[in-house]
């Protein structure tokens, strides 16, 4: 399909526009009004060197992305002042703080799903008013038409008609029978997260006999009786919603987890930098092993592990049972206080993922065993199955090898530094895009490593599982960060504008410090053949 022929296919396909009146051209298309398209626009606008215009659209009426589409009861993990963009703050004043001792007790301020959604509406306002900034909301665009950009032909023409309308714009087509001239493109839905009410659970089961949904639907339900099939963030969300705001009995609740993995203390937030250190420096030093023991413990994940108990002897790492090694990190946040509260159900089912479930509710996993209800096969009628098996961060939808992040006619939000949230990641991207006429392409995209899918893990029957606690490497996403933060680190305009950055979970540090930082962490990893 040629690119003028997929804009005429776009054309045809629908979606209502807001009032808001979509520019003819613009500098910057945002695909996706998330947080890394938001944080990405933010940082773009503040520090361009002279003015762009920019133009996000979004499927949905609001910005916010993901959050338009959460569970009601969804709160952000960590601490609100390490979310949204860079310019404003999403957490009240310091005035407005419920008490100095909120952080220690891991009850710092946590934005709820409305919060979110009002604070990217007000961004956008504040963009609106003080840049050439629209958000275009129910407004799709077919990403295969970036497929068809050809970048070392800008300005060329296909036999059904004008694609460039100068050497620098290229026409794109929007839902609706609309289209806009844009010089970038800007990816803003690659780190887009799976979420149960869109990714439908990979176990089969009677829709007749099981009354089974995602997450969001378990408000609209009252039933004695909760299955939770997940043991994410989502798990342990709805199973605190059922204790605290039903107050159903920890008995009442089966809660089946797949895998176990290591838990963020709120109390105590590492970064992500601090631990690879940790990691590193603490097997350099271990006295107990000889040098070929120390390379034994990279080849396995024993480097990460022996990181993981460390830092949970400091209280930065929590686990659900201390007689089980956890095999899983995504970074789920908790403070003491949620996870006894969620240590309450002892109804758990660590028999790995589930295949089916039987009419009678008994479930059925992958590695062939089966579980029955531990409440009266009667009481199917009155037990709810709870989707939260999605896989936040399997991003399903991306299952090719990505693009460059940055290329001529487009630029693709990918995980070059990893969470809280991402935002950080649309930052530093708009930031280094904002130094467009000092670094190349090429440039860019050497400090840009980021995690590529892992395309045979996708065709699993039921799906991917990340997060596995595995072996380091040099293509490890930590290694990846760990070399974009060395190499940002060495252009001037990025290192001074990375202190107290309100998303770099580094901020509290200043320049010198993440420099040791950073050196020895290398120097460590130099040891091992990592780098």
């Not at 996870?339 to 589930?354: A, F, P, S």
């Not at 596995?468 to 490497?473: L, P, R, T």
Request: charged residues 30%; contains cysteine.
């Amino acid at each position: 399909m040629t690119l003028a022929a997929a804009a005429a296919s776009a054309s045809t396909k629908g979606g209502a526009a807001t009032a808001t009146l979509l520019p003819d051209r613009v500098d910057y298309l945002v695909v996706g009004g998330g947080a890394t398209g938001m944080a990405f626009c933010d940082t773009l606008l503040r520090h361009a060197p002279s003015p762009v215009s920019v133009a996000v659209i979004d499927s949905h009426a609001r910005p916010g992305g993901q959050w338009n589409d959460s569970y009601d009861f969804v709160r952000l993990h960590q601490p609100s002042d390490m979310y949204g963009v860079e310019s404003t703050r999403l957490e009240p004043a310091p005035a407005a703080s419920t008490g100095d001792d909120d952080e220690a007790r891991g009850e710092a301020h946590r934005a709820t799903r409305e919060e979110i959604l009002d604070y990217y509406s007000g961004v956008c306002g504040t963009l609106e008013e003080e840049y050439d900034f629209r958000f275009v909301g129910e407004t799709s665009f077919d990403v295969s038409q970036l497929d068809l950009v050809d970048d070392d032909e800008a300005s060329a023409k296909d036999d059904e008609g004008a694609v460039a309308e100068d050497d620098r714009h290229r026409r794109y087509a929007l839902s609706g029978g609309r289209s806009i001239l844009a010089r970038k493109v800007v990816d803003g839905r690659y780190l887009e997260p799976d979420l149960p009410v869109h990714v439908p659970p990979k176990f089969g089961f009677d829709p007749n006999a099981i009354d089974c949904v995602p997450v969001n639907s378990m408000t609209e339900r009252e039933k004695k009786h909760h299955v939770i099939i997940g043991a994410g963030k989502t798990g342990m969300d709805a199973i605190t919603f059922l204790l605290t705001q039903r107050n159903a009995d920890p008995d009442d609740i089966l809660w089946i987890v797949p895998n176990e993995a290591w838990i963020t203390a709120r109390e105590n937030i590492g970064s992500c930098m601090e631990f690879l250190r940790d990691c590193a420096t603490g097997l350099a030093e271990d006295g107990r092993l000889n040098e070929e023991g120390r390379r034994d413990a990279t080849r396995s994940s024993d480097f990460f592990q022996r990181g993981f108990l460390q830092w949970e002897k400091q209280g930065r790492i929590y686990r659900f049972d201390e007689d089980i090694l956890p095999t899983k990190f995504k970074d789920a946040t908790l403070s003491k206080g949620e996870l006894e509260l969620i240590k309450k159900v002892k109804r758990v089912v660590r028999n790995g993922r589930v295949k089916s479930i039987d009419d009678d509710g008994t479930l059925r996993f992958s590695d062939g065993t089966t579980v029955s209800l531990p409440w009266s096969s009667a009481a199917v009628p009155d037990t709810l199955f709870v989707h939260c098996s999605a896989g936040a961060f399997n991003y399903s939808k991306q299952t090719k090898k990505p693009p460059p992040v940055f290329s001529r006619c487009r630029i693709s939000i990918q995980d070059v530094y990893g969470t809280p949230g991402f935002c950080f990641v649309g930052s530093v991207i708009g930031r280094l895009e904002s130094l467009d006429g000092k670094l190349s392409d090429e440039e860019k995209n050497s400090m840009c490593l980021a995690p590529a899918p892992d395309e045979g893990r996708a065709r699993l029957e039921l799906g991917p599982s990340g997060g596995d606690v595995g072996a380091i490497s040099g293509d490890h996403g930590l290694v990846q960060r760990l070399h974009n933060l060395r190499e940002w680190l060495r252009v001037p305009e990025i290192r001074g504008w990375l202190v107290g950055h309100r998303l770099f979970n580094l901020r509290h540090r200043g320049a010198e410090d993440i420099d040791a930082l950073v050196e020895e962490t290398w120097n460590a990893l130099q040891q091992f053949d990592i780098v």
